[in-house]
Structures are given as structure tokens and as C-alpha cells.
């Protein structure tokens, strides 16, 4: 299996763009979680699916960021209008129950 | 939501040398996770102990977990320049046939060649 998959690896827009991530989880794998790192708040969980459906989205900062999980093998996080503080790498994970598997992230600039 | 806070923040060791990183945490938990960064890099899992135990071994981990003191430790041992990295801890509740990691700050390990 490749793992996580996320793309793009790295993203630079401009305030105001919408801005989409993409996740592919492991196959298999029941819950899928967003994270956002930053220096200054470290990892916060933004939203969880379980079995596609998503349970907890009380971490998404504001309206303008949304998540789907149309089927089990895809994700979506979209940001938008995007703000010069949404920068961050964003992580995509996902279990089978238990530890988490990390995607090598995205790295978001907003200018 | 819970979290755990690693300490020390910072650590700097020679190639050789024993690495103990604590991580504490505020409310009951399923399991306890520990996860290593490279710099650039997603989040690696290392290892999960459940509530119910109490020491762990993968290799050159060691996870002891006391539960009564809400506290985890890592200890790697027998340190390797490629071990600097920077080393989470996770707490987790199961919910809705979930478990959430939630992560501490993190402990900055730098191994010395």
C-alpha cells in the first residue's frame, strides 16, 4: 500500500482564492482525520469521518474551511475565500482503529 | 479536548546516549500513541499502549504508561543521529467506533554524531 495520500504537496495562493486538499486514505482504513500544524498552536484536529460520514467537525475554524468524504477512498478540505492566516501544512491521516497514518501533508501559503 | 504535553521541550544527546521524553496528560484515555516528525516530514506512528498496560517495547522504544499519574514516558534508547526528529505523544477517547489522536506540542530530539 502507498499510504496516505495527499495532494498538492505544496500550495501558494492568493487571499481570497478557494483553495482544495485532497486526501486518499489507506484502504481498509474506517476513520480519516485533518489536521492543521502550525508553530504557534502545533497539530489541531479540524475534522473526523468515520466510515465516511463525518462525526466531529468542532476543530474547523470558521465557515470558511469544509470537508467531504464523498467516498471511502476520498477526501476533501476546501478553504474558501482563503486568508493569509489559513497557512500551515494541513495532514491528512487515516486508522483502521487505533494509531493513525500520516500523508506527507500540505503546505499551504496564502498571500 | 485532551492533550498531552510533552517535556522537555528541547532535547540535545550524543550518539549513544539514552533519550527519555514524559508526556502528560489531563482526563481518562482509551490508549496513549507516540509518533516521530522529520523536519518536513508527516507524522510517523510509533508505537500505542492501551490504558490497560503498562510497558511497551518496539526495538529501541520503550513506552511505559502509569495511568494513575496520567503520564507517559518514551525512552529510546542507544541513540542514532538518524533519530533527531521531533517526538509527539497522542491521547485518545474512542467515539462513534473512533479513536481521536490528540497531540502535545512535541519534544525537539537532537542526536549529536
Known amino acids: 500500500d502507498a499510504g496516505v495520500i495527499q495532494s498538492p504537496r505544496h500550495e501558494v495562493t492568493e487571499m481570497g482564492q478557494e483553495v482544495t486538499l485532497r486526501c486518499k486514505p489507506i484502504s481498509g482504513h474506517n476513520s480519516l482525520f485533518w489536521y492543521r500544524q502550525t508553530m504557534m498552536r502545533g497539530l489541531e484536529l479540524l475534522i473526523y469521518?468515520?466510515?465516511?460520514?463525518?462525526?466531529?467537525d468542532s476543530g474547523m475554524p470558521e465557515d470558511r474551511f469544509s470537508a467531504k468524504m464523498p467516498n471511502a477512498s476520498f477526501s476533501t478540505l476546501k478553504i474558501q475565500p482563503s486568508e493569509p492566516r489559513d497557512s500551515a501544512v494541513y495532514f491528512c491521516?487515516?486508522?483502521?482503529?487505533?494509531?493513525?497514518?500520516f500523508g506527507q501533508g500540505t503546505r499551504l501559503t496564502v498571500v | 479536548s485532551q492533550q498531552g504535553e510533552e517535556d522537555p521541550q528541547a532535547l540535545s544527546i550524543q550518539e549513544g546516549e539514552n533519550a527519555t521524553m514524559n508526556c502528560s496528560y489531563k482526563?481518562?484515555?482509551?490508549?496513549l500513541q507516540w509518533y516521530r516528525q522529520n523536519s518536513g516530514r508527516g507524522l510517523v506512528h510509533l508505537i500505542l499502549i492501551r490504558s490497560n498496560e503498562r510497558e511497551k517495547h518496539s526495538g529501541r522504544l520503550r513506552v511505559t504508561l502509569d495511568t494513575s499519574k496520567k503520564s507517559s514516558s518514551l525512552l529510546i534508547t542507544a541513540s542514532r543521529a538518524a533519530d533527531t526528529a521531533s517526538y509527539f505523544c497522542?491521547?485518545?477517547?474512542?467515539?462513534?467506533?473512533?479513536?481521536?489522536?490528540?497531540f502535545g506540542r512535541g519534544t525537539s530530539l537532537i542526536v549529536h554524531p
Open positions: 482526563t481518562s484515555i482509551n490508549n
Open positions: 469521518f468515520n466510515n465516511n460520514v463525518p462525526i466531529d
Open positions: 491521516a487515516s486508522s483502521p482503529r487505533g494509531g493513525a497514518f
Open positions: 497522542a491521547t485518545a477517547v474512542g467515539t462513534g467506533g473512533s479513536y481521536i489522536p490528540t
